[in-house]
């Protein structure tokens, strides 16, 4: 059964950075698409970035984070700098078989159990 857990989130003042990991139990990761998404209170899940044959971001974290996996460890991190009041969300790690990531929440298969991350201002 594949199992995604994220780790990292936390508290951090406006400016700061956060490195989040998503580490997965799937044996055959690397044939994996993953992406990071996030929710925040009262708001719709949206897409932030997603890794596979090509890397792809959402415009509003476009320069600010950075997705990466290491095929090795089974993990892919989101290193977050320069982060906003208006990041501040529970942070979800999602795979989806195949070569491509989907920025629609919808075509992924699992899903961690989320990590909050906030932003104070």
């Known amino acids: 059964q594949v199992q995604l857990v994220e780790s990292g989130g936390g508290l951090v003042q406006t400016g700061g950075s956060l490195r989040l990991s998503c580490a997965a139990s799937i044996r055959t990761f690397r044939s994996y698409a993953m992406a990071w998404f996030r929710q925040a209170a009262g708001k719709e899940r949206e897409f932030v970035a997603g890794?596979?044959?090509?890397?792809g971001y959402a415009e509003s974290v476009k320069g600010r984070f950075t997705i990466s996996r290491d095929n090795a460890k089974n993990t892919v991190y989101l290193q977050m700098n320069t982060l906003k009041p208006e990041d501040t969300a529970v942070y979800y790690c999602?795979?989806?078989?195949?070569?491509?990531?989907?920025?629609?929440?919808?075509?992924?298969?699992?899903w961690g159990q989320g990590t909050q991350v906030t932003v104070s201002s």
């Open positions: 999602a795979a989806v078989a195949g070569s491509s990531y989907y920025t629609q929440g919808g075509k992924y298969d699992y």
């Open positions: 890794i596979a044959g090509s890397i």
